[in-house]
């Protein structure tokens, strides 16, 4: 069974630019959840989603928005990117509303 | 809010040698807990979690955690290390009440020397 899949694995943007990044989860995985693991420290929790809505949101600004489609894929946005947004991007998986022990392989976003 | 301290950033041991991690939390209220390790160059993997029931949590390649409540510990051990430990491990907190959020530590890098 393919595991937490995420595309691309890596990009490079330019400030100001806008960046989709998607996440496809275990196979009967419902919920997903976002996190940003900068170089040195912990992923930080952005999003929650389960069942195609918004379960918890962390310290982000409003450029950080997600969504999750019917076969529980999920997409990443952010707008008018900042330098500071260069990180690993992480995407997990679980099965219910739980804690997730699956995660993806990332995808890492160079901004310059 | 909760938060998780790692005081450990760095930890060298010999192949063989009994390995504790640190972690402490900040938290009042019922949390779970947990342990992940991320490999060079692998993705995040979870190595043991505590939800309730007996403090001493056992996980795969021979890890295991003590929850000590009265501390606010959750200390990971190993007490033979090899050289494929060789990893970052990263202590997880959350809390138990609508929040789904996994808060980690800043992470321990474990360096094994044959």
């Known amino acids: 069974d393919a595991g937490v899949t995420q595309s691309p694995t890596h990009l490079i943007k330019t400030r100001g630019q806008h960046v989709t990044l998607r996440c496809s989860p275990i196979s009967g995985h419902k919920s997903v959840s976002w996190y940003q693991q900068v170089l040195g420290q912990g992923p930080q929790f952005i999003f929650q989603?389960?069942?195609?809505?918004?379960?918890g949101r962390g310290n982000f600004p409003d450029r950080f928005s997600a969504r999750q489609f019917p076969n529980y894929s999920s997409e990443l946005n952010v707008n008018a990117l900042l330098l500071g947004d260069s990180a690993l991007y992480l995407c997990a998986s679980s099965y219910i509303r739980e804690s997730p022990s699956d995660f993806g392989p990332g995808t890492r976003l160079t901004v310059t | 809010a909760q938060s998780v301290s790692q005081h450990n950033h760095h930890v060298i041991l010999s192949e063989a040698a009994s390995l504790e991690l640190g972690c402490n939390y900040s938290y009042g209220g019922t949390v779970n807990l947990f342990w992940y390790v991320q490999y060079p160059g692998q993705h995040l993997q979870l190595l043991l979690k505590y939800f309730s029931g007996d403090p001493l949590v056992k996980g795969i390649k021979g890890f295991e955690a003590e929850f000590i409540k009265s501390k606010f510990s959750f200390n990971l051990r190993k007490p033979s290390v090899q050289w494929s430990d060789t990893a970052e491990y990263f202590c997880?907190?959350?809390?138990?009440?609508?929040?789904?959020?996994?808060?980690f530590g800043t992470g321990t890098r474990l360096t094994i020397i044959p």
């Open positions: 997880a907190v959350i809390s138990n009440f609508g929040n789904e959020k996994l808060t």
């Open positions: 989603y389960y069942e195609k809505e918004e379960r």
